[in-house]
């Protein structure tokens, strides 16, 4: 039976690769001299620290360009709010989103459903796998889930006769 896979999975090296052209240009900007900004990446979250919340700006809209510039979804990294932290700094941290919540993927589901095509959607951990009989009836849904704009990058892999 015919059937793809709906994830939301982001390429790590792609952002380790962004944050090191980020950093680069913070080390050679004359706005930056003498100040203590850096960026890195603990596992799933990235750590921004600056001097304060206009060079902090400064930082994030760096790092979100050098990420659409290496391909990198701009919703598959969630900015926090700016902290204030030890030594007069200012501190931000990131989640990189991976996978697909449950609520996220229940209300997927039940959006695919909606469409009324002959179409079965079930959740499998982080993704939801999506089959038919009919490869036009998935070719559908893919159309369909692409209109939406989600609030997670989304992409369709496996696909399957």
Request: charged share 30%.
């Amino acid at each position: 039976m015919p059937s793809f896979d709906l994830v939301s999975d982001v390429n790590l090296q792609e952002i380790d690769n962004a944050i090191q052209i980020a950093l680069k240009e913070i080390l050679t900007r004359f706005d930056f001299k003498g100040t203590k900004s850096s960026i890195q990446r603990d596992k799933q979250e990235l750590n921004l620290v600056s001097d304060n919340d206009y060079k902090m700006n400064s930082v994030k809209d760096i790092l979100q360009s050098k990420l659409a510039k290496r391909g990198v979804d701009l919703r598959s990294v969630s900015f926090g709010k700016f902290e204030a932290s030890l030594g007069g700094n200012v501190k931000c941290v990131a989640k990189i989103v991976q996978g697909i919540e449950t609520e996220k993927a229940r209300e997927l589901v039940k959006k695919i459903k909606g469409l009324n095509l002959k179409v079965q959607a079930a959740i499998e951990g982080e993704k939801i796998r999506v089959s038919s009989k009919k490869r036009d009836e998935l070719q559908q849904v893919i159309a369909f889930l692409r209109t939406l704009n989600y609030e997670i990058p989304l992409q369709y892999l496996n696909f399957r006769d």
